[in-house]
């Protein structure tokens, strides 16, 4: 999947109406972190994951935003809570709306 940005041009993108989402992220909701910075616990479309193991995380800046973190990326390893079915996901922090988006699942 290309890491291209979903930005709209023109005067709306300028005013910063419309927030950075990557094409095909969707938000979740970040219920708890491990030591206040790796995922431990999101809501995705109204199910709980607990994240049981981060496999990479790494981080994204833009040389036009002088170097700053864009965004936090984590692979992690997860149980959805109610049918303890396993599965594999990319999620990311984007750092300057300190929202969460889950970019896409791996397995």
């Known amino acids: ?9 023109g ?8 927030k950075r989402r990557w094409r095909g992220a969707e938000p979740i909701e970040m219920r708890e972190r491990r030591h206040g910075y790796f995922p431990k616990v999101f ?8 994240v049981y193991a981060v496999e990479r995380c790494w981080t994204v800046s833009r040389r036009r ?3 700053r973190v864009e965004r ?22 984007d750092v300057r709306h300190n ?9």
């Open 72 to 93: 936090h990326c984590f692979r992690v390893r997860c149980r959805e809570d109610e049918s303890a079915k396993e599965g594999t996901f990319e999620v990311y922090q």
């Open 11 to 18: 005067s709306r993108a300028r005013r910063g109406e419309k």
């Open 99 to 107: 929202t969460w988006h889950l970019l896409r699942q791996v397995a």
């Open 65 to 67: 935003w002088g170097g």
């Open 43 to 50: 809501i995705w479309r109204g199910h709980r994951y607990d």
């Open 1 to 9: 999947m290309s890491a291209t940005p979903d930005v709209r041009r």
